[in-house]
C-alpha cells in the first residue's frame, strides 16, 4: 500500500507565501507523474500544476506565482505557492502514479489534503 501525505497549509494574507510537501511512503518502486490539485468550497476538485519526466505544467491561474518541483529520493514532491490570492483558497490535495514492483502497473494515489486560507 501507498501513503501519501500533505503537510504545509494554514492561513496567510494576501501576497503571502506557502510551501506545501507531500510526501510518499509504503509499498514504492517508482513514481511518475506527481500532481498538485485543489478543491475550493462548492466548486469542482481541478488540477493545479504537473511535474513528469518531460517537465512541468501550470493552471493559467497560477502560473507564474506556484512552482512546482520533486526530490526523488525523498519521495515528495512540492508547490512553493507565492503572491497568494484569496482565490487560491481551496483544499490542496496531491496525487501521484506510483508503482509497487517493477512488474505492477502504476497506480494513482491520493493524499487527504491540506488547507490553505488566503485571507487580511
Known amino acids: 500500500q501507498v501513503q501519501l501525505v500533505e503537510s504545509g497549509g494554514g492561513l496567510v494574507q494576501p501576497g503571502g507565501s506557502l510551501r506545501l510537501s507531500c510526501a510518499a511512503s509504503?509499498?514504492?518502486?517508482?513514481?511518475?507523474?506527481m500532481h498538485w490539485y485543489r478543491q475550493a468550497p462548492g466548486k469542482e476538485r481541478d488540477l493545479v500544476a504537473t511535474?513528469?519526466?518531460?517537465?512541468?505544467t501550470y493552471a493559467d491561474s497560477v502560473k507564474g506565482r506556484f512552482t512546482i518541483s520533486r526530490d526523488n529520493a525523498k519521495n515528495t514532491v512540492y508547490l512553493q505557492m507565492n503572491s497568494l490570492k484569496p482565490e487560491d483558497t481551496a483544499v490542496y490535495y496531491c496525487n501521484a502514479d506510483v508503482s509497487s514492483t517493477p512488474y505492477t502497473p502504476y497506480y494513482e494515489y491520493w493524499g487527504q489534503g491540506t488547507q490553505v486560507t488566503v485571507s487580511s
Open positions: 511535474i513528469s519526466r518531460g517537465g512541468t
Open positions: 509504503g509499498s514504492i518502486f517508482s513514481i511518475d507523474d
